[in-house]
Every structure is written in C-alpha cells, then in structure tokens.
C-alpha cells in the first residue's frame, strides 16, 4: 500500500508564502493523478489542485494565480506552492492520489495525514 505524507505547514503571516510537500513511499506515476485538498475547522474538505499523470496542472477558482502544484517525479514528491496567503487559506491540507483500479475506470484515493496551515492577519 502506498502511503502519502505531507510536510511543510506552519504558521504565516498574511502575504506570505510556503511550500507544502507530498513524499509518496511509491512511484507517484501509479496515480492517474495526485490533488490537493483543504479542510478548515467544521468545513467540507474542498478541492485545491490537481497535476495528472501527464503534467497538466488544474486549479479552484479561489486560488489561481497564488497556488501552483508541482512535481519531481525523480523523488516522488509532489509540491504546493503558496503564495500571497490569505487567513481564509488556514485549513489542514491534505495531499491525495487517484488510482484507477479496474477497466470500467472505478478509481480508490489515497490520503494523506494532512498538514496545518494557519495564515494570521
């Protein structure tokens, strides 16, 4: 079973910037595609980023032009890029990979623990 573990959160000052990191214990192109989520406190987890297997790179409305996703497939990562952070990023993110497991398409999704990100105004 691959296992997804993320790094990177913290505390940051509204403006700012950080990186967060997925480090897959397997090789990410067993993924049709790894994603991005986030879930503030009493909130639904909501969809942030996608890169698919080929490199293409999708992003929520809410943050285009201030995230990017990004990988190093030589290392199994997969990056989120944050910049200009509001307090409304402040939310557990959490990175995921999509698998296709059967020829009629049925996927299962792999999770990640989640990391903390807190943006203070």
């Known amino acids: 079973q691959v296992r997804l573990v993320e790094s990177g959160g913290g505390l940051v000052q509204y403006g700012g910037s950080l990186r967060l990191s997925c480090a897959s214990s397997?090789?990410?192109?067993?993924?049709?595609?790894m994603s991005w989520y986030r879930q503030a406190p009493g909130d639904q987890r909501d969809w942030v980023a996608t890169?698919?297997?080929?490199?293409?790179?999708t992003n929520a409305d809410s943050v285009k032009g201030r995230f990017a996703i990004s990988r190093d497939s030589a290392k199994n990562m997969v990056y989120l890029q944050m910049n200009s952070l509001k307090p409304e990023d402040t939310a557990v993110y959490y990175c995921?990979?999509?698998?296709?497991?059967?020829?009629?398409?049925?996927?299962?999704?792999?999770w990640g623990q989640g990391t903390q990100v807190t943006v203070s105004s």
């Open positions: 890169i698919s297997k080929r490199g293409s790179t």
């Open positions: 995921s990979g999509r698998r296709v497991v059967n020829v009629e398409g049925a996927s299962v999704t792999v």
């Open positions: 397997g090789n990410i192109f067993s993924f049709e595609d």
